[in-house]
């Protein structure tokens, strides 16, 4: 993956967590910020920790922010 392609963090669903996608392809399904760390990581950002997810400018957060993992 290139460092420089925005990931968007959709807002939760009504089952719980949230799909993390990438230039269109789903990573998958967090219910937290390592969970996204972890997708990060085996998507080539290796030094992408969970202070990274709640801090960084390529991520996209929709429906609420990296403190939001259920659905209103």
């Known amino acids: 993956m290139s460092g420089v392609l925005p990931v968007i963090v959709h807002p939760p669903s009504p089952t719980g967590g949230r799909r993390v996608r ?3 392809t789903i990573l998958g399904l967090a219910y937290n910020a390592r969970d996204i760390a972890e997708f990060l990581r085996r998507a080539g950002l290796d030094d992408f920790d969970e202070t990274d997810v709640e801090t960084s ?9 990296p403190e939001v993992w259920s659905a209103p």
């Open 22 to 24: 990438v230039d269109g």
């Open 57 to 65: 400018a390529l991520i996209e957060w929709r429906g609420g922010g």
